[in-house]
């Protein structure tokens, strides 16, 4: 593999390319920087999307007029951020209208292949629209930059919605059109592709993982993910409004909170860092000179401190054999083999001598056929509507003070870490955390 220097990742979200004040916001952080990175990965633009999967849901439906309504609603947001950043009638409306058009067409050619392969060709859009504005920004400003297409650079199998990389040859792609130039190398989160071209996604929120595999292919010394909170918390401070920042966290401790749900860091971004010992910090866009997060091999205050991460939007599985007797491994087997088929994972197990409780995440194109899997293996019942609540590192007493006022429908304790799952009305927002 062809060897590069040590430098530096930086990774942006949608929230910091949102409209043209934040595109602005983030070329002068740039200029700012007294060590500017080497590359830049960078997510879809805002809600963009959200509104991909709009577009991609009316296309299945053949709903023509919703359809052509979701895409103009996309096209207008970033033909007008591109108007307020470089004029009417510029080139990059042009750039932009051409990845449009790809887009259109290719609803046109996949609207009736399987659901996974018809979303990456729709969703991974959003990269690729949002990076051609920025880039173009960049060098307007006199940041020299190199657009890169990471569907030449991320290399992965067939899996879509959830593909697996390809390391030897994404490493030596990344490593060689790092040698061969010398700019800023900006490129998509979140996509890939196959060896045959066709795109790729490394599961929602994959864009930090993308920024790793960048990181541990150029050998970096850092990644820096920008945010628009000032770093990681011990609980959502968006439904927890009294949650205090993590100074320092450990990659095993990170990576045990982000397994469990925790949002600010993507569970597959871990990995790779850990294996090239890459610390990873997370700063604010709005207020760089924050204090921020920092995720590396030693301990910290986030290894000792109760975290609590809250999962909306759950549903309880509960499979009985269908004749008396007992959960045995086949049956157990059958049901986990079932949530791989769907893409789930069990966010909670819990299992008696008679039934094997499940907790996953509601998603509505997969409960379905999940069920008659399950149905087939034997006696199921489900409920929806139901938030996980789990807390790492609990004490009796915040466990209790949690519990207070609300019904646990299933409880699962070892250790380090402890599950409640409650109705969702009874999960307040905001629910103020217990003082110690």
């Not at 400003?141 to 190199?146: D, F, H, L, S, Y």
């Not at 045959?196 to 050998?219: P, Q």
């Not at 920092?294 to 000792?304: Q, S």
Request: with cysteine.
């Amino acid at each position: 593999m062809t060897q590069v220097a040590r430098c530096r990742v930086y990774k942006f979200g949608g929230a910091s390319i949102q409209d043209a004040e934040a595109i602005r916001r983030l070329s002068a952080l740039l200029a700012d920087e007294r060590e500017r990175p080497r590359a830049l990965v960078v997510s879809a633009m805002g809600k963009t999307t959200n509104a991909l999967e709009a577009l991609l849901a009316a296309a299945r439906r053949d709903d023509a007029a919703d359809y052509h309504r979701w895409l103009e609603s996309i096209r207008h947001d970033h033909l007008a951020v591109a108007e307020d950043l470089f004029g009417p009638d510029s080139p990059v409306a042009d750039a932009l209208e051409q990845r449009l058009a790809e887009l259109d067409a290719a609803h046109a050619a996949h609207r009736e292949a399987p659901y996974p392969f018809h979303y990456d060709q729709t969703v991974g859009m959003g990269e690729l629209l949002s990076t051609t504005l920025l880039s173009a920004w960049l060098n307007e400003k006199g940041v020299a930059t190199r657009w890169c297409d990471a569907r030449s650079l991320i290399i992965t199998d067939d899996r879509h919605q959830a593909a697996e990389i390809d390391w030897a040859a994404t490493r030596e792609r990344i490593a060689s059109l790092a040698a061969e130039c010398d700019e800023l190398l900006l490129t998509q989160g979140f996509i890939g592709a196959t060896p045959g071209g066709a795109m790729t996604t490394l599961g929602r929120e994959g864009s930090d993982f993308s920024a790793a595999i960048l990181a541990e292919a150029l050998g970096a010394e850092a990644l820096t993910v920008w945010k628009d909170v000032p770093g990681l918390f011990n609980a959502d401070p968006r439904r927890f409004p009294n949650a205090r920042q993590i100074r320092q966290i450990s990659y095993a401790e990170a990576l045990e909170q982000t397994w469990h749900g925790a949002k600010v860091i993507h569970p597959r971004t871990l990995a790779p860092l850990q294996r090239a010992g890459i610390p990873l910090t997370v700063r604010s866009f709005l207020e760089p000179e924050a204090p921020p997060s920092t995720i590396g091999p030693a301990p910290g205050d986030g290894d000792r401190r109760p975290a609590l991460i809250l999962r909306d939007d759950q549903v309880l599985l509960e499979l009985s054999p269908r004749e008396a007797g007992f959960i045995e491994a086949g049956l157990m087997a059958e049901a986990i083999a079932a949530l791989a088929e769907q893409g789930l994972n069990a966010n909670l197990l819990e299992m008696e001598a008679q039934r094997l409780r499940l907790v996953v995440d509601h998603k509505g194109e997969r409960l379905a056929p999940l069920l008659a899997r399950l149905g087939a293996c034997g006696a199921v019942t489900h409920r929806e509507e139901l938030s996980l609540l789990t807390v790492r590192h609990p004490s009796e007493a915040l466990l209790a003070a949690l519990d207070t006022g609300r019904r646990a429908l299933v409880e699962r304790s070892s250790a380090t870490t402890a599950q409640r799952l409650y109705p969702a009305a009874e999960c307040p927002a905001p629910w103020t955390l217990p003082e110690p």
